[in-house]
């Protein structure tokens, strides 16, 4: 059996650990003590078929870990530095490391303490949500993604993605993750930091003119920026995939106004932070993401993003207001 760690104990970490552990020696690795405490007791997975108590391994201590063939990485993208410092303790010199996560450069901060060649790069559109401490949803039904690259030990990714797909995930490998990758960047920055910063359900990007219109341009500014990155992203593609997923979940609260209402980090960096950053040094302009990252960040330090609209440029300033108007009414 594969020994594998699962890296983080959120709502992605427990779905995976869930789905994994009738298939493989699996161990969780977390800081959250609530959490530590809930799962010791048991795993409670809920599917649209059944519900499934699972027992599995939990530590907070990554030097009690010995040898694991694969670390799955899941934790929030800020937290990735801390999980790269861990996961050196453990994984066996043959091992890889798996990162599923949002946004752009987990793989790289990983490969500053790893050796390169174990990191790989992977993407999914699964979904979960936690009902409760130790206890998981499986909201969505989606596609993972995990890179096939020479030289990085191509049997052991294999046996994984079989081993995934035994687990019931849909799994493919490809030679272009990084694409896939920045596909979801742009449907995250549409929907994750424009709900968190008005405090809206995603359906709300499809009944507000002003939300569509900032969702569907954020959407386009990173595809734009993937472009000049010779990174094949369309921007139509890129917008359409937005409003598919935003109808798809519209009642669902983002990850990232999920963090907000619960007074945690958001990983905003990785993908709003990290569009700015990488059309600035490609020459492309990012209005729109510059605008979102900085009024939510503004309004994660405890301030109110309404009195920052006037600081806008010009021709953002009243799709703004009327996204202030209009979120009124909606807004949590």
Known sequence: MLQIVVVGIGAMGCLFAAHLSSGAEVTMLGHWPQQLAALRAGLTLITPDETLRVNVRVTSEPHSIVGAQV????????????????IEAFLDPGGIAVTLQNGLGNDDMLASRLDPAQVVLGSTSEGASLEGEGVVRHAGRGDTFLQQTAGREPDLIGEFAQLLRRSGF????????????????????????????????????????????????????????????????????????????ARSTASNRSSMLQD??????????????????????SGIPTP?????????????????????????????????????????????
Do not use: C, H
Not at 260 to 281: C, F, H, K, M, Y
């Open 71 to 86: 670390a799955l990485v899941l934790v929030k993208s800020y937290q990735t530095a801390q999980a790269a410092r861990e």
């Open 170 to 245: 849909r799994v493919q490998l490809s030679p272009d993750v990084n694409t896939i990758v920045w596909r979801k960047l742009a449907v995250n920055a549409a929907i994750n930091p424009l709900t968190a910063l008005v405090g809206v359900p995603n359906g709300f990007l499809l009944t507000s003119g002003s939300a569509n219109g900032i969702a569907r341009q954020a959407a386009s500014e990173a595809a734009q920026v993937a472009r000049a990155r010779g990174i094949d992203v369309s921007p139509f593609d890129a917008q359409k995939s937005a409003m598919d997923v």
């Open 260 to 281: 907000i209402l619960n007074n945690r980090p958001t990983e905003i960096d990785a993908i709003t932070g990290a569009i700015v950053q990488l059309g600035s040094e």
């Open 288 to 332: 729109v993401n510059k605008a979102l990252y900085d009024l939510l960040t503004f309004k994660m330090s405890g301030g109110n993003w309404k009195t920052q609209i006037v600081d806008l440029p010009g021709n953002l300033q009243r799709t703004f207001w009327l996204l202030n108007q209009e979120g009124q009414d909606e807004g949590l």
